[in-house]
């Protein structure tokens, strides 16, 4: 008797499981369906794109006084173009697709929360993507312009004395300097969410972040020398910013630890 009483059990939950999995095999194709069209899309104007990425070198050259100068690129290998133009058009065609795999990824997550557990949850899916775009931005604008400034700062000009030393970057190198720092620096500003996140529910205090100030200046130094190139601007760069978001995710922390003071002294009432 128990034996079938298992049976209907099993045969129960297994419907529930089947309906689940074809969800996610759905939300799977069209994140993959979507991010296969942005590729395409991207890979039809990498060469666009590139020339857009290597803007930041043409403002490091006038803010060089090289007006002179031609803004020049090589690639060393037949195919080398050829990837780069596929890393980009992934790297763009991911950037472009993730509004659609964020929403996927909601849409499959969200029946399973409760309502206050999903309009806690929904800010962060909406300030995530909008840190990492800040972060980017902030590499386009000021940090890349920056570092290819100090790097043509280098340069020597061909005298009878010495030989004439010039900056030609590898199209390859070009854009592997450009997505380490954009993943670097959209990494750095998800740590107001990831914070606020581990305060909602517990993990970390604003108390704990205050104490643990220190060695937070220190593993920023670190992190900087670890994600970006060598040089002392890329790294200040990205150090100072990280050093500033921990102070704001402090003061998130702070604010979202009171709500839920709240709540815990409602329901110790309660009872």
């Known amino acids: 008797m128990s034996t079938f009483n298992d049976d209907d059990d099993i045969e129960s939950s297994s419907a529930p499981l089947i309906e689940h999995l074809i ?145 030609l970057p590898k199209v390859s190198e070009y854009l592997g300097l450009c997505m380490t720092l954009i993943f670097a620096f959209g990494l750095v500003f998800q740590l107001p969410v990831a914070t606020t996140l581990m305060a909602r529910v517990g993990m970390v205090t604003s108390e704990g972040l205050k104490d643990k100030r220190k060695y937070a200046i220190v593993l920023a130094f670190v992190a900087a020398a670890v994600l970006t190139p060598p040089d002392p601007i890329s790294q200040i760069g990205l150090a100072l910013p990280t050093i500033i978001l921990y102070e704001i995710a402090i003061f998130m922390a702070k604010r979202v630890e009171r709500p839920r003071e709240v709540e815990d002294g409602d329901e110790t009432a309660s009872e």
Not at 43 to 50: D, E, I, R, W
Not at 91 to 109: D, E, S, T
Not at 148 to 162: A, D, K, R, V
Request: contains cysteine; hydrophobic residues 60%; glycine residues 6%.
């Open 23 to 167: 969800e996610l095999r759905q939300r799977l194709i069209w994140a993959v369906g979507g991010f296969f069209v942005a590729f395409l899309i991207c890979f039809y104007f990498a060469k666009q794109l590139f020339n857009l990425l290597v803007q930041p070198f043409r403002w490091a050259v006038d803010w060089a006084g090289l007006d002179h100068r031609n803004v020049e690129l090589i690639y060393t290998a037949p195919q080398e173009f050829f990837f780069t133009q596929l890393k980009i058009a992934m790297f763009g065609g991911l950037v472009l697709a993730f509004p659609l795999i964020a929403a996927q990824i909601w849409k499959f997550v969200a029946p399973g929360l409760y309502r206050n557990e999903r309009s806690a949850f929904l800010p962060f899916m909406v300030a995530s993507p909008i840190l990492f775009l800040v972060g980017a931005a902030l590499v386009y604008f000021f940090t890349m312009p920056m570092v290819m400034w100090f790097f043509l700062s280098q340069e020597q000009i061909g005298t009878p004395g010495q030989v004439e030393i010039s900056l």
